[in-house]
């Protein structure tokens, strides 16, 4: 995909995260810094072909129940299976329940999440630009997601996983994953399962996540 368009879409069916606009603002930044150009939009109407052969990535920002039309499932398939790259942040996770693409590209679903509140992440893989910064333990308050059923079975490479024996409430015991990418169904998907708060998407250690796992998705 030779552009430099971002499209992240914020539009939410459910609820609504009170940290999007700051996590739209963190995009905005980190495209301008990559040499792309992000546009935040909640209008479901961008997703034609046209519109998204023009765009180097798409990210889904917290996006949570149906927020695209039959037409636009078809665009983002296309676009996904023509190589176009797919960054699902947080809450995306549930997004699109009745859509099976998008639950393929997940390859599972949310399920629940105990209390916000601190805990370790593990660094599972540092290959990837999106946790080459990050130390092998990295101290973070979130939500820590839970699944409906173990991500890795969906045969994803995984890049975080949650340490449950640092919190409480969690569900998948000492395999839990919050953040993996996979190209299965020919374009690149990355998701991450962290970006709760607004003051996330302020924090070095996430912004870089983040910023790195944009500019795999736009094949940068």
Known sequence: MPTSDVLVYTRTAGYRHDSI????????????????????????GVFTEDRLERCAAVVL?????????????????????RGGGLLAVHAAANAEPDWPFYGDLLGTRFAGH????????????????????LPAEWAWTDEWYDFTSPPRDADVHVLLRAD??????????ADHPLSWWHEKAGGRFFFTALGHTSESYAAPAFRAHLSGALRWAAGR
């Open 21 to 44: 606009p700051a996590g739209a603002e963190a995009f905005v930044e980190m495209s301008r810094e990559g040499g792309l150009a992000a546009k935040p939009t909640d209008d479901p």
């Open 61 to 81: 920002l917290s996006t949570t129940g149906s927020v695209l039309t039959d037409p636009g499932r078809a665009a983002l398939e296309a676009y996904v299976r």
């Open 114 to 133: 105990p209390p916000l509140q601190p805990g370790l992440v593990r660094v599972e893989d540092t290959t990837h630009p999106a946790t080459a910064h």
């Open 164 to 173: 449950e024996s640092t919190y409480t409430g969690g569900t998948h015991g």
